[in-house]
Nanobody
Framework: QVQLVESGGGLVQSGGSLRLSCAAS??????????MAWYRQAPGKQRELVAS???????DYVDSVKGRFTISRDIAKNTVYLQMNSLKPEDTAVYYC?????????????WGQGTQVTVSS
């Protein structure tokens, strides 16, 4: 089992920045073993993938955040970050951390509890 705890959300004005953190713990919890990702869900909308980084270090972003958000991982701290710059009101959502891997033919898929990001205009 892997526990993921997000932090760093809050209220920020349009154009501002926030850095979200996702700390992993538990057995087999080294983030180097997982594809790590950030999702978000706005009220009345489906959860969407925002950014991901796989075990090889490849990073992907949804088009709406390219050039503004950066996902990174600190293996020593077992923590994944999402640096969010030039925030817009449409970035307002609950942001969730996700860890995923295939292991012995089974999908291991873990979620954090979410952290609220609110961007005011």
């Amino acid at each position: 089992q892997v526990q993921l705890v997000e932090s760093g959300g809050g209220l920020v004005q349009s154009g501002g920045s926030l850095r979200l953190s996702c700390a992993a713990s538990g057995s087999s919890s080294s983030i180097s073993l997982y594809t790590m990702a950030w999702y978000r869900q706005a009220p009345g909308k489906q959860r969407e993938l925002v950014a991901s980084t796989n075990t090889g270090g490849t990073r992907d972003y949804v088009d709406s955040v390219k050039g503004r958000f950066t996902i990174s991982r600190d293996i020593a701290k077992n923590t994944v970050y999402l640096q969010m710059n030039s925030l817009k009101p449409e970035d307002t959502a609950v942001y969730y951390c996700n860890a995923r891997r295939w292991w012995s033919g089974k999908l291991n898929n873990y979620w954090g509890q979410g952290t609220q990001v609110t961007v005011s205009s």
